[in-house]
């Protein structure tokens, strides 16, 4: 079945540092591709999206693009900030109602 | 514009109880989704609906049951609680099911079941 695995955290950077959060998956057909955001507290919120294949997702510094040929979806960001300090979620959606969504991992940024 | 709001945000029950979690949102999206959150398996969908009066089985629908009799409100209930359902539960919203639209998610309600 449609699956997605991310990097387990915590992650805890320096400021200003560069971030990658590995994701990948599996799925059938072509997917929609999602990094959702968690701050404490709070609920998920959309991050960014790309929904076919080199597509690049962007928002806040936030870079990640759909990697077909390696099943992946990467989130990068070149210099992170305290503020970015939360859970971040890769999602897919192979195109129903389903979401599935990977464990989380969690960001820790230092001053 | 409120977004997605939950009631309660916060729970405590003893085994056996039941309880109504409350999901409104005011962006007339047609879907709504009831989610699970528990420690180092992400979210788990529990049951979710389609439009006003429909309902489906999520991926964990067991010892949970859903209503949707007005389009901007979505209820989960839990007719007997047990411990295993010590979670933080999050409703979902979207306009569009093809897998391309965005959820926009409530701020979760905690629920402890002793």
């Known amino acids: 079945g449609d699956s997605v695995t991310q990097m387990e955290g915590p992650v805890t950077l320096s400021e200003e540092a560069f971030l990658t959060i590995n994701c990948t998956y599996t799925?059938?057909?072509?997917?929609?591709l999602f990094w959702y955001v968690q701050y404490p507290g709070e609920g998920l919120q959309l991050l960014l999206k790309a929904t076919k294949a080199d597509d690049k997702g962007s928002n806040k510094g936030f870079e990640a693009t759909y990697r077909k040929e390696t099943t992946s979806f990467h989130l990068e960001k070149g210099s992170v900030q305290v503020s970015d300090s939360a859970v971040y979620f890769c999602?897919?959606?192979?195109?129903?109602?389903?979401?599935?969504f990977g464990t989380g991992t969690r960001l820790k940024v230092l001053a | 514009n409120a977004g997605v709001t939950q009631t309660p945000k916060f729970r405590v029950l003893k085994t056996g109880q039941s309880m109504t979690l409350l999901c409104a949102q005011d962006?007339?999206?047609?879907?709504m989704y009831w989610y699970r959150q528990d420690p180092g398996m992400g979210l788990r969908l529990i049951h979710y609906?389609?439009?006003?009066?429909?309902?489906a089985k999520g991926e964990v629908p067991d010892g949970y049951n859903v209503s949707r009799l007005k389009k901007q409100n979505f209820l989960l209930g839990l007719e007997s609680a047990a411990p295993s359902q010590t979670s933080v539960y999050f409703c979902a919203s979207s306009y569009l099911v093809i897998g391309t639209d965005t959820q926009y998610f409530g701020p979760g309600t905690r629920l402890t079941v002793l």
């Open positions: 609906s389609v439009g006003e009066g429909t309902t």
């Open positions: 999602a897919l959606s192979p195109g129903t109602y389903k979401y599935i």
């Open positions: 799925a059938t057909g072509y997917p929609s």
């Open positions: 962006m007339n999206h047609e879907y």
